[in-house]
């Protein structure tokens, strides 16, 4: 039996592929000085890695502009606060689902708060999914901001992105889309889908480290910044630089977060290169990233689905939302008759070492709708690519005796 069978990749992927481990050691070891201000061979080094993985994510995002607007930041959560509060003015109108995180949700009740934003939180269907058009009829002639979770934490449905991203455009409003949960999962083309703001942790499906985040901001986006400070650029300037990424990037970058992001890109498309040549297909760095992401999302959707079948044959099982086949991540919640979820993790944890989340997930909208929060909110179940047929078994076998 394993130590720790691991269910928990919703709330942070782990493990990480073995080169990322590598390369943050090796990097930081043999370049921890302080990149864009120290002098010397290493720093300058630094930045070229720092720029090259700007370079990266600008391509593994579909984002053809220069890669100076991918701006890094502390986490998801981080990214959120500043696209959210760089667009909006006191009094302005923004449009949220009831499907977000509390990285978008507080934020914006904060804002209706204490900078009279009227906040317009959108109903997602039984099922977990926005209907675009709730969105099209809650704009306003004040709505500044659309923000959007690309795929629930807690029940994995992938939003209609395409089509809230062209209301949007069409509107001229523009949209924030939360990817914590689908990048690196799902396939994500910014450019052609007009997003104004694309906000990345990278610490789940991009399998980096905690302590690093990101946006990208589009060239019809325009982000003021919220945070003021040396930027190694432009020093005697009283204030913060016009340009990016030095306008929303103050203060030491994480060089080892970066590092770890750098190694998962190579990583992911070495894992697409591989992909190409077993299928003999000529790929290039775009294409690897695209056959590496999809590959892992078969992976994973391969063992939710078995996890998915052993839960319905438990009658107590009750499963929250219906996540479609054909819009879904790697990510269930449940609840059982006469027992809570924190009892169920509970029993998964002492006796079968699965480790799987309880709780609200930081989304209690999500809960509220589904009628779970007061019942402490549901078990969590998020298998990942490095799920074992050993961890498939134990879960199973947990399953069996703890839901018997
Ligand atoms: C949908 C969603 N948005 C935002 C976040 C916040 O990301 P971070 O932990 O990097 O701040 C999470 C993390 O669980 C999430 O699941």
Same mark, same amino acid.
């Given at each position: 039996m394993k130590e720790n069978a691991y269910f928990d990749n919703a709330a942070t992927t782990w493990p990480k592929p073995e080169s990322v481990y590598r390369f943050m050691d090796s990097f930081f070891r043999s370049h921890g000085v302080n990149p864009g201000? =120290? $002098?010397g061979l290493l720093a300058v080094e630094a930045e070229q890695m720092i720029t090259a993985t700007r370079s990266m994510l600008a391509q593994f995002f579909g984002f053809?502009? +220069? =890669?100076?607007? #991918?701006i890094f930041t502390l986490n998801g959560t981080d990214a959120l606060n500043l696209a959210m509060r760089g667009l909006l003015s006191r009094g302005d109108h923004m449009i949220v689902t009831r499907v977000e995180h509390n990285a978008v949700l507080r934020p914006a009740n904060h804002f209706e708060r204490d900078m009279e934003v009227g906040v317009t939180r959108v109903v997602v269907s $039984?099922? $977990?999914? #926005?209907?675009?058009d709730a969105i099209r009829k809650a704009i306003k002639a004040d709505t500044k901001l659309i923000v959007i979770n +690309?795929? =629930?934490? #807690?029940?994995?449905t992938v939003q209609p992105l395409e089509d809230v991203a062209q209301i949007a455009r069409d509107a001229g409003i523009p949209l924030v889309v939360? =990817?914590?949960?689908?990048?690196?999962v799902i396939p994500i083309d910014m450019t052609s889908l007009g997003i104004g703001v694309l906000t990345f942790t990278g610490h789940k499906g991009l399998f980096g480290p905690m302590g690093i985040g990101g946006m990208i901001v589009s060239d019809s986006v325009d982000l003021a910044p919220q945070r003021f400070g040396g930027t190694g650029v432009d020093s005697l300037s009283h204030f913060q630089p016009e340009g990016y990424p030095h306008k929303l990037e103050a203060g030491t970058v994480s060089l080892p977060g970066i590092a770890g992001l750098h190694a998962a890109q190579l990583w992911f498309r070495e894992l697409g290169a591989e992909l190409a040549r077993a299928s003999q297909i000529d790929a290039d760095d775009v294409l690897c990233c695209r056959l590496a992401v999809q590959h892992i999302h078969a992976v994973e959707l391969s063992h939710l689905k078995r996890i998915e079948a052993r839960l319905n044959t438990f009658a107590k099982v009750r499963i929250v939302g219906q996540a479609l086949d054909t819009a879904r991540v790697a990510t269930l919640s449940f609840t059982v008759d006469g027992i809570t979820a924190q009892q169920v993790a509970d029993q998964f944890d002492a006796d079968h070492q699965v480790c799987v989340r309880a709780g609200l997930q930081c989304a209690p909208l999500v809960h509220v709708d589904a009628n779970t929060a007061d019942g402490g909110g549901t078990v969590r179940l998020s298998p990942g690519f490095f799920t074992d047929e050993e961890d498939m078994q134990q879960l199973l076998c947990a399953l069996d005796d703890v839901l018997a």
């Open positions: 201000r =120290s $002098g053809e502009s +220069h =890669s100076s607007r #991918v $039984g099922a $977990g999914y #926005v209907d675009p +690309h795929a =629930s934490n #807690v029940i994995g939360d =990817s914590a949960q689908t990048a690196g």
